[in-house]
């Protein structure tokens, strides 16, 4: 039984390392599934890692799938874990912000969320 427990606690300590291994999005302004009566002025969002700033990228569609953000996607000068683009002035609308991030461990990760502007 000992032997069981040990060997449990050994693969527990050289998965955890592995879980952690992808900088995965850990919130976003505007909110994930939000509705703002406001237009956001950008974009940011929070990742659980550092990232590269050559290799990781956000974009901000419309309905149509139209490109609306200023493409200026850049990580925060204080915080490498924060990617942030800027936005014109948005019509109301459903828009759809798309990432595709490199960590500085070299895991790629990716998605998408949506986010509303009221009328």
């Not at 204080?78 to 800027?86: C, M, P």
């Amino acid at each position: 039984m000992k032997r069981v427990l040990l060997l449990a606690f050994a693969a527990t300590c050289v998965a955890s390392p592995l879980a952690r291994a992808h900088a995965f999005l850990d919130h976003a302004a505007p909110a994930v599934g939000s509705t703002v009566r406001t237009p956001p002025t950008q974009v940011k969002l929070w990742f659980t890692q550092q990232l590269e700033p050559a290799f990781s990228t956000v974009r901000v569609v419309d309905r149509s799938n139209k490109r609306v953000d200023r493409d200026d996607a850049k990580l925060d000068s204080d915080d490498a874990r924060v990617l942030q683009v800027s936005l014109p002035p948005l019509a109301p609308g459903h828009y759809r912000v798309v990432w595709r991030v490199l960590s500085v461990d070299t895991h790629v990760s990716e998605g998408d969320f949506a986010f509303d502007v009221a009328p």
